[in-house]
C-alpha cells in the first residue's frame, strides 16, 4: 500500500483519495480547478508571448500576500506549512487568477456584446410601488382613492399592504427585472413612469402597482466581468458535468474537455432569471439587490405578456392574470 496521507495513527492510501474527496463533497471543486488549470495551459501555449508580463505577475503576488495577511518572512513560511504547499506551488497559485482572467477575456470576450443584448431585458432594474392585499374589493377601493387623487399611494401601502413593503411605503427597488415575480415583471417592463394598474391577480394577492422608474442598465465594467463569468461558469459546468457523468459510467466514451466553448458561437435565447419565480420574489428591500423572502403560496403558471391597461374608472378593476 502506498500510504499518500498520515493523519494521527491512520494511513490513508492512495487508493483511498477518490472515494474520500467523493465522500466529503470535494471531488467536483478538484475536478473543476484540474479543468480550468487544462484550459488555461491549452490557451497560453497559443500565444505567441507569454499571457502575463513579470510586472503584472509581482503585482498579483504583492495582491495575494495581502489577501493572504502575509507580512513576514516567518508568516511566509507558516502558511506554506499550514497549507502544505512548495514555494513553487505558492507562486503559481498567486498569478492564477490572473491568468484566468485573462484566459476568461480572450475566450469570451468577443461574444459579450450580444450575449448583453440577449440579457439587457432581465438585467434592467426597476424602481416601483406595490400594494397588495387577497380582499379584492379592498383592492378596487384603493385603487380608486390612488387615482382619483383622494390618497397617497405611499400612504395607503403603509396603511393596507399586507407585505414587508408597507415598511417601506410601497416603494420597492431598484430590483432588476428577473426578481420579481414573473407575471409582475412583465408588467413593469411595458409600463411608462407614473403609469398605475388597476388591481391584478397574482397567485393569491391582488396586487396595486406603479411603475416609479425605469433605470436601463448600462455596458459597465462590472456588468462586463459579470457576464463574462456567467459565460465562463457555463462553460465550466457543462465540462464539469461530461466529467462527472463520465466517472458515474466508466463504460462511456471519454469526455472532450480539452476545448472551451467557442467564441463565434451565439448564446441562448434563453435568459437566465426568466424561470418561474416563487411569491416571495413579488417584493424586495428598497435599495437592495437581493430578494426578501414571504411566507406565501407558489407563483402563478400564467407567463403571458400583460397589456397596458386603461386607467379609466369605467374599465374593468380587477384584471385575472
Do not use: C
Amino acid at each position: 500500500m502506498t500510504v499518500a496521507l498520515t493523519i494521527g495513527e491512520r494511513k490513508i492510501s492512495a487508493d483511498e483519495l477518490m472515494p474520500l474527496l467523493s465522500g466529503y463533497g470535494m471531488l467536483p471543486n478538484l475536478i473543476q480547478e484540474l479543468i480550468v488549470d487544462q484550459a488555461i495551459a491549452q490557451w497560453e501555449a497559443t500565444l505567441k508571448e507569454p499571457a502575463i508580463s513579470e510586472e503584472e505577475a509581482q503585482a498579483a503576488r504583492k495582491q495575494f500576500l495581502a489577501q493572504q495577511r502575509i507580512d513576514s518572512e516567518d508568516a511566509y513560511k507558516a502558511w506554506l506549512t499550514r497549507n502544505a504547499m512548495t514555494q513553487q506551488q505558492f507562486e503559481a497559485l498567486a498569478v492564477r487568477s490572473l491568468r484566468l482572467e485573462k484566459f476568461k477575456t480572450a475566450t469570451w470576450g468577443p461574444k459579450l456584446e450580444s450575449y448583453f443584448l440577449s440579457r439587457k431585458s432581465s438585467l434592467d432594474k426597476v424602481i416601483y410601488s406595490l400594494i397588495r392585499t387577497k380582499d379584492v374589493g379592498i383592492a378596487q377601493e384603493l385603487y380608486f382613492r390612488i387615482q382619483d387623487g383622494e390618497q397617497f399611494f405611499a400612504e395607503l401601502a403603509r396603511e393596507y399592504s399586507q407585505g414587508q413593503e408597507a415598511q417601506t411605503d410601497g416603494l420597492i427597488g431598484p430590483v432588476e427585472l428577473s426578481v420579481p415575480h414573473p407575471t409582475l415583471a412583465k408588467m413593469l417592463s411595458v409600463s411608462q413612469p407614473n403609469q398605475l394598474w388597476p388591481p391584478t391577480r397574482i397567485s393569491d394577492w391582488m396586487v396595486i402597482v406603479r411603475l416609479e422608474r425605469y433605470v436601463p442598465v448600462q455596458m459597465d465594467d462590472n456588468t462586463r466581468q459579470r457576464l463574462l463569468n456567467e459565460l465562463f461558469n457555463t462553460w465550466l459546468n457543462e465540462q464539469l458535468t461530461a466529467v462527472t457523468g463520465a466517472i458515474a459510467n466508466p463504460d462511456a466514451p471519454a469526455p472532450d474537455v480539452s476545448a472551451p466553448l467557442p467564441t463565434d458561437e451565439e448564446p441562448s435565447d434563453e435568459e437566465p432569471g426568466n424561470e418561474e419565480l416563487s411569491d416571495e420574489e413579488l417584493s424586495v428591500q428598497v435599495t437592495s439587490d437581493e430578494a426578501s423572502p414571504w411566507d406565501d403560496p407558489t407563483p402563478s403558471n400564467d407567463s403571458s405578456t400583460s397589456q397596458a391597461p386603461s386607467t379609466s374608472k369605467d374599465s374593468p378593476t380587477a384584471v385575472d392574470v
